[in-house]
């Protein structure tokens, strides 16, 4: 894997913000090219797609957008990395990744499998509510 | 590749000189001498126009009437710097091509990305 190398960005201190902005991108670069490694090996196929999850790596990295000390967006930053190594090495389960990543705020997986194409609108909706 | 190897080391051709032809319109028995050449098969701009054009409409914060081929990613379509990075990853995705660093900061709109691609020799 060419993005295994993760364990050697360990964070020297940014002088500057525009410094640790350039990390973060570059933070953001290196988990969108190690997502198809990360569906393959979890079997996500039939839940979510890569945009879906590069967007949910940026809306992540969207939370913390409000902070301006560079010390604590590296610190943030060490945090991203080491959550990026535990997903790409498998230390993580899919039940992990589904339930902290996939299933977002709508509250429930979406169903993509082609074998649930055909069920009724009426059990995709029988979560939400007993009477729409 | 072996076979082709094997071809090239058994196979004599006479030694002639190769009539002149123009490069646009390839002699019809000399064209399959170089059937295993990769050198035309270039994507063509109005493919790549397409594809970029399909995956900034399907990026889900993009307004799909907006999008044409002259679109700045931040004054038109009101994105960020970090939509703009997801939007070039997208493109790397789609066009199976690395991006280095240097390059990816200049593609702030939609026709430098398009050249970009129609550019490298990778893109497919």
Known sequence: MSNALKNVKVAPNSATLAEARHRVFDFFKTACRSLPTVMHIYNLDDVTSISELRSTVASEIRKNSHVTNPKVIDMLLFKAFEELKNVVDMAKQRHHIIGQYVVGKQGLVQDRATKDQGISPFLKNFYNSNYS | ?124
Do not use: W
Request: charged share 25%; aromatic share 4%; proline share 7%.
């Open chain 2, 1 to 124: 590749m072996a076979l082709r190897a094997a071809i090239l080391r058994h196979v004599r051709l006479p030694l002639q000189t190769a009539p002149k032809l123009h490069h646009n319109q390839p002699h019809p028995c000399l064209a399959s001498f170089r059937f295993m050449s990769s050198h035309d098969d270039h994507i063509t701009k109005e493919q790549v126009t397409d594809r970029v054009l399909a995956v900034i409409r399907d990026y889900p914060k993009v307004d799909p009437s907006k999008v044409t081929p002259n679109v700045h990613f931040e004054k038109d379509l009101g994105l960020d710097s970090l939509d703009t990075v997801e939007i070039v990853m997208a493109l790397e995705e789609e066009f199976k091509l690395e991006i280095p660093d240097k390059e990816a900061v200049r593609i702030d709109s939609c026709n430098l990305a398009i050249e970009y691609i129609s550019n490298h020799p990778m893109a497919s």
